[in-house]
C-alpha cells in the first residue's frame, strides 16, 4: 500500500523558517535589554524544527498586532520540558510566553521520568496553535506497505520489528506502542535524540520503521526513498492524503494526536494574547505559511485549548496505565 505524498509546490521547511518574518533569534538575554516592549517566546526545541518556525510566524503576527518586538529564544532539551520550566519560572505579565507540545504538556508528567514540571498547573493556555501529524514511515526495501503487514511480519519473528521515534514517552513512542497493542504486533522501541536520526537510519535501512512528525519524513516521501504507512491521527492529513490513517487499515476508533500550543506563566492575564492569536491565525497568509512547514493550523482559544489540555491529559494517563512503564 504505497501512499502518494502530495504536499505539493510548497517552500521547504528551511526557507519558511530561515525567512522568520522579523521576528528576532535572540541569544538568552537579549530580550531583557531590549525593555519592556518585548515579548520573549521561549521555544523548547531546537531551531528549524516545526515548533521553531510556527512560533516565529504567529510571534511575527503577534508582534504587529500588539506594536511589540517579539524575540524567540530555543531552549531546548528534557524532551521540551526544559524550557516550558523556564516559562514557569517568568513574571506573569504577559512579555514572556512559550511554545507547548504534546510530549511534554500531558504525557511527561504521568512518566516516572517525569521532571517536576506541572503545566496543567505552572502554566496559563493562552492557544492551541497547530496539529502535528504523526507518520509511521518505513524504507521501500522492508516491502512493508500497511498496518496489517506489519503486525503479520511481527509475529514471524521471535525479535518482532524495531521501530524509532523521537525519544521514549514521546507522543510519537506511545502512538506505536498504542497501534502495537491495538493490531497484537511484536514491535521493539528504539529511542532516538529527534525524529532526523530515526528517519536517516530508516532511509539507510538500518533501521524497519520510524514514527516521526511529517515535517521530519516530508523530504522522504516526496522523494519516495520512505514509504507513508499510517497516519496516526482520527482523519487523513491534508497535507499528505495519500497516506490512510491507522483506523482505515481496521485498527477501528485509534487515534493518537500531537499538537502545538501557546503558554504564559500561570496567572498571567491571556485574554487579549488569545483574542490576537485569534485574529492572526484567521489570515489565510499566516495558515498557508504554517502549512509549509508540514503542521496544520489549528486555534482554539485560552479557555477551549485548557479544557482540550485536561481531555488529553487524561487521555494519555489512562495510555500510560494501560501499557505500564515503558523504557
Same mark, same amino acid.
Given at each position: 500500500?504505497?501512499?502518494?505524498?502530495?504536499? *505539493?509546490?510548497? +517552500?521547504?521547511?528551511?526557507?519558511?523558517?530561515?525567512?522568520?518574518?522579523?521576528?528576532?533569534?535572540?541569544?538568552?538575554?537579549?530580550? /531583557?535589554?531590549?525593555?519592556?516592549?518585548?515579548?520573549?517566546?521561549?521555544? !523548547?526545541?531546537? !531551531? #528549524?524544527?516545526?515548533?521553531?518556525?510556527?512560533?516565529?510566524?504567529?510571534? +511575527?503576527?503577534? #508582534?504587529?498586532?500588539?506594536?511589540?518586538?517579539?524575540?524567540?529564544?530555543?531552549?531546548?532539551?528534557?524532551?521540551?520540558?526544559?524550557?516550558?520550566?523556564?516559562?514557569?519560572?517568568?513574571?506573569?505579565? *504577559?512579555? &514572556?510566553?512559550?511554545?507547548?507540545?504534546? #510530549? @511534554?504538556?500531558?504525557?511527561?508528567? $504521568?512518566?516516572?521520568?517525569?521532571?517536576?514540571?506541572?503545566?496543567?498547573?505552572?502554566? @496559563?493556555?493562552?492557544?492551541?496553535?497547530?496539529?502535528?501529524?504523526?507518520?509511521?514511515?518505513?524504507?521501500?526495501?522492508?516491502?512493508?506497505?500497511?498496518?496489517?503487514?506489519?503486525?503479520?511480519?511481527? %509475529?514471524?519473528?521471535? =525479535?518482532?520489528?524495531?521501530?524509532?521515534?523521537?525519544?521514549?514517552?514521546?507522543?510519537? $513512542?506511545?502512538? &506505536?506502542?498504542?497501534?502495537? /497493542?491495538?493490531?497484537?504486533?511484536?514491535?521493539?522501541?528504539? !529511542?532516538? /535524540?529527534?525524529?532526523?536520526?530515526?528517519? &536517516?537510519?530508516?532511509? =539507510?535501512?538500518?533501521?524497519?520503521?520510524?514514527?516521526?512528525?511529517?515535517?521530519?519524513?516530508?523530504?522522504?516521501?516526496?522523494?519516495?526513498?520512505?514509504?507513508?504507512?499510517?497516519?496516526?491521527?482520527? %482523519?487523513? =492529513?491534508?497535507?499528505?492524503?495519500?497516506?490512510?490513517?491507522?483506523?482505515?487499515?481496521?485498527?477501528?476508533?485509534?487515534?493518537?494526536?500531537?499538537?502545538?500550543?501557546?503558554?504564559?506563566?500561570? *496567572?498571567?492575564?491571556?485574554?487579549?494574547?488569545? +483574542?490576537?492569536?485569534?485574529?492572526?491565525?484567521?489570515?489565510?497568509?499566516?495558515?498557508?505559511?504554517?502549512?509549509?512547514?508540514?503542521?496544520?493550523?489549528?486555534?482554539?482559544?485560552?479557555?477551549?485549548? #485548557?479544557?482540550?489540555?485536561? *481531555?488529553?491529559?487524561? %487521555?494519555?494517563?489512562?495510555?500510560?496505565?494501560?501499557?505500564?512503564?515503558?523504557?
Amino acid at each position: 500500500m504505497q501512499a502518494s505524498w502530495r504536499l *505539493g509546490r510548497r +517552500a521547504t521547511v528551511g526557507a519558511t523558517v530561515g525567512a522568520a518574518l522579523g521576528v528576532v533569534l535572540a541569544a538568552p538575554g537579549l530580550a /531583557r535589554a531590549q525593555g519592556a516592549r518585548t515579548i520573549t517566546i521561549i521555544v !523548547p526545541f531546537a !531551531p #528549524g524544527a516545526s515548533a521553531d518556525g510556527v512560533a516565529r510566524l504567529v510571534g +511575527a503576527a503577534l #508582534g504587529q498586532a500588539m506594536g511589540q518586538t517579539v524575540v524567540v529564544e530555543n531552549r531546548p532539551g528534557a524532551g521540551g520540558s526544559l524550557g516550558l520550566a523556564l516559562l514557569a519560572r517568568a513574571a506573569p505579565d *504577559g512579555q &514572556t510566553l512559550g511554545v507547548g507540545a504534546t #510530549g @511534554a504538556v500531558v504525557i511527561n508528567p $504521568h512518566t516516572p521520568q517525569a521532571t517536576g514540571l506541572d503545566p496543567l498547573r505552572q502554566l @496559563a493556555p493562552v492557544a492551541r496553535l497547530a496539529g502535528i501529524p504523526l507518520v509511521l514511515v518505513a524504507g521501500p526495501a522492508t516491502g512493508l506497505r500497511s498496518v496489517p503487514e506489519i503486525a503479520a511480519r511481527s %509475529r514471524e519473528v521471535a =525479535s518482532g520489528i524495531s521501530f524509532g521515534t523521537t525519544g521514549t514517552n514521546s507522543a510519537q $513512542h506511545l502512538a &506505536t506502542e498504542l497501534l502495537a /497493542r491495538a493490531t497484537q504486533a511484536r514491535l521493539t522501541h528504539i !529511542p532516538y /535524540r529527534g525524529s532526523a536520526p530515526a528517519v &536517516t537510519d530508516v532511509l =539507510s535501512g538500518t533501521l524497519p520503521l520510524a514514527c516521526v512528525d511529517l515535517t521530519s519524513a516530508a523530504g522522504g516521501l516526496q522523494a519516495g526513498t520512505l514509504v507513508g504507512v499510517a497516519t496516526t491521527g482520527p %482523519r487523513r =492529513s491534508a497535507l499528505a492524503p495519500g497516506i490512510p490513517t491507522a483506523a482505515e487499515q481496521g485498527v477501528l476508533g485509534f487515534s493518537a494526536t500531537a499538537w502545538l500550543g501557546l503558554f504564559a506563566p500561570a *496567572g498571567a492575564d491571556t485574554s487579549r494574547l488569545s +483574542a490576537e492569536v485569534e485574529r492572526a491565525m484567521a489570515q489565510a497568509a499566516l495558515r498557508e505559511r504554517i502549512l509549509t512547514l508540514a503542521a496544520e493550523p489549528d486555534f482554539a482559544g485560552d479557555a477551549t485549548f #485548557g479544557r482540550f489540555l485536561e *481531555g488529553e491529559s487524561d %487521555r494519555w494517563r489512562g495510555a500510560l496505565a494501560g501499557l505500564g512503564t515503558r523504557e
